[in-house]
Nanobody, 125 residues
Framework: VQLQASGGGWVQAGGSLRLSCAAS????????LGWFRQAPGKEREFVAA????????TYADSVQGRFTISRDNAENTGYLQMNNLKPEDTAVYYC???????????????????WGQGTQVTVSS
């Protein structure tokens, strides 16, 4: 599976961005989609995930209520809508997929098989 993340950019605190993750090469509907981020000097951390059939979503506590993950299997694309952005959301955001990964494993980056190249999100105060 090839993944192409896009939609990052610069925004002021309180603003919004929508990230996209376009998939090709395999049946996207068979893959759980996760978003992770990595800030300078910090480890990569889980942000949100939606399992392969869309029946379950998971969010990090830090983004709960502000971010929404979704997917359009017909378009082979996943999304991360980010509202009320904060300076601490500044990071490179990565999308990743894992075939038929269940909800219980979605926060573990090591379980994802394919990764996109990352897109920079910068939030100024």
């Amino acid at each position: 599976v090839q993944l192409q993340a896009s939609g990052g950019g610069w925004v002021q605190a309180g603003g919004s961005l929508r990230l996209s993750c376009a998939a090709s090469g395999r049946t996207f509907s068979s893959y759980t989609l996760g978003w992770f981020r990595q800030a300078p000097g910090k480890e990569r951390e889980f942000v949100a995930a939606i399992i392969w059939n869309g029946a379950s979503t998971t969010y990090a506590d830090s983004v709960q209520g502000r971010f929404t993950i979704s997917r359009d299997n017909a378009e082979n694309t996943g999304y991360l809508q980010m509202n009320n952005l904060k300076p601490e959301d500044t990071a490179v955001y990565y999308c990743a997929v894992a075939r038929y990964l269940s909800a219980i494993g979605t926060m573990k980056s090591t379980l994802y098989n394919y990764w996109g190249q990352g897109t920079q999100v910068t939030v100024s105060s």
